[in-house]
């Protein structure tokens, strides 16, 4: 069960790390409408990818504190209304309808008084919002 953790982690991990070299990359090229909301797009998803992040930790920790999971679902919620709310890319909104699907499904888990929910489904949403950001 810890190598999972360690798998999820190291997948966020390295989805955040790949958002933030295709933002300094892109950012190089500025001026452009459609890169402007590309990059938005990405640093929402580098967001995305750090509530995703705090999201496995709440919880991993959810005996602590059950609130750290709520939080960390609010924050990938309202960034991904940031994402909706900047495109018209179908793909862009599809990604952002599939890990909005799978972060209420992870709170209705919690509301049913599951204290581990599977984050899975979350993070690969996570994922695949990152890859169809990417310019």
């Not at 953790?5 to 090229?29: E, F, N, P, Q, S």
């Amino acid at each position: 069960m810890a190598a999972s953790r360690r798998h999820r982690r190291a997948r966020i991990t390295t989805v955040a790390a790949v958002t933030a070299a295709v933002a300094l990359t892109t950012g190089l090229a500025t001026g452009c409408d459609a890169v402007d909301k590309a990059l938005d797009c990405v640093r929402t998803a580098d967001s995305i990818a750090d509530s995703v992040t705090e999201l496995q930790q709440a919880v991993e920790n959810a005996a602590t504190d059950p609130t750290r999971a709520d939080e960390a679902l609010d924050a990938i919620e309202k960034n991904l209304d940031k994402i909706g709310d900047k495109t018209d890319d179908a793909d862009v909104n599809k990604a952002v309808d599939d890990l909005g699907e799978a972060v209420g499904s992870v709170r209705t888990a919690i509301k049913n008084g599951d204290s581990t929910p599977d984050v899975g489904p979350v993070t690969d949403a996570a994922g695949e919002l990152t890859k169809v950001c990417t310019p």
